[in-house]
């Protein structure tokens, strides 16, 4: 998907577990991103290959090459590109690698920190996010 054909900032979701995948693309289109997914790194790192994406929402745990490797392979390519570490384990924290992402999020029922750590992420980028809907605030 080239920026060309939409104006709303493009998500690359990379997530190997197939319904966690389809959750968070549903709800960040819901929440008026573009979406592109990858079930891997490798796949992931092809769908960036043809540029377009602003940023990146990337699962630690993958079989193969998991998320702290794929991460260190898109920083040598584009140093610029946010990238969001999400896992189910807080443990991870403790891998040097994993703060040279934009932020870390622990996977939760409530999305409010990861649409809150995007924003951000793509604010400090000079992206604008999506308006969000009337009554909906961060944090709720």
């Known amino acids: ?19 966690q995948r389809l959750y968070y ?3 960040l289109q819901d929440a008026g ?12 790192l092809e769908v960036l ?3 377009g994406v602003d940023l990146v929402l990337l699962d630690i745990g993958m079989p193969g090459m ?8 898109i920083l040598e390519v584009n140093r610029e590109l946010p990238v969001i570490l999400n896992t189910a ?13 934009d932020a870390y999020v622990t996977k939760s029922s409530d999305p409010s920190t990861l649409h809150e750590s995007i924003r951000e992420a793509l604010l400090k980028r000079g992206v604008q996010p999506p308006e969000q809907p009337e009554g909906e605030s961060e944090g709720e």
Not at 33 to 44: C, D, K, N, Q, R
Not at 89 to 101: G, I, L, N, P, V
């Open 49 to 51: 290959s043809g540029g």
């Open 66 to 73: 998991d998320g702290i490797e794929t991460l260190a392979r």
């Open 33 to 44: 991103y573009e979406v592109v997914t990858a079930g891997s790194g490798p796949e992931a």
């Open 25 to 27: 693309q549903e709800e």
């Open 89 to 101: 384990y807080s443990d991870y924290r403790d891998d040097f690698m994993t703060w040279t992402a």
């Open 1 to 19: 998907m080239s920026k060309e054909q939409t104006s709303r900032p493009v998500i690359l979701v990379v997530e190997d577990n197939a319904n």
